[in-house]
Nanobody, 120 residues
């Protein structure tokens, strides 16, 4: 059974850095595009970063230049390095993975999220 699990969330001060990890387990078929979303209290979920199998990346405008998304296909994992964190980055960060299926195509799987709090 495929599971997507995030880790690395923490309480940090403004200006500090933090790294998040996301692993899709339970599959030998690999993962297509992986994405990080975030949702702050009272706000809609927003797409933060995307990385496809060619390692083409895309970022939310407000994090561009501060966040870096990478992946390791040997571990079906994606990572989000967050630098120069701001209070407005506070949110639950959720990973989405497009997991390949034996019948062809892929299916979306979601993690439960990891809390990032930026506060002095």
């Amino acid at each position: 059974q495929v599971q997507v699990v995030e880790s690395g969330g923490a309480l940090v001060q403004p200006g500090e850095s933090l790294g998040l990890s996301c692993e899709a387990s339970g599959t030998d078929l690999g993962v297509n595009t992986m994405r990080w979303y975030r949702q702050a209290p009272g706000k809609e979920r927003e797409l933060v970063a995307t990385i496809d199998r060619s390692r083409v990346t895309d970022y939310l405008a407000s994090v561009k230049g501060r966040f870096i998304i990478t992946r390791d296909d040997t571990k079906n994992s994606a990572y989000l390095q967050m630098n120069s964190l701001k209070a407005e980055d506070t949110a639950v960060y959720v990973c989405n993975a497009e997991v390949f299926e034996a019948t062809g195509g892929y299916r979306h799987y979601w993690g439960r999220g990891t809390q990032v709090t930026v506060s002095s």
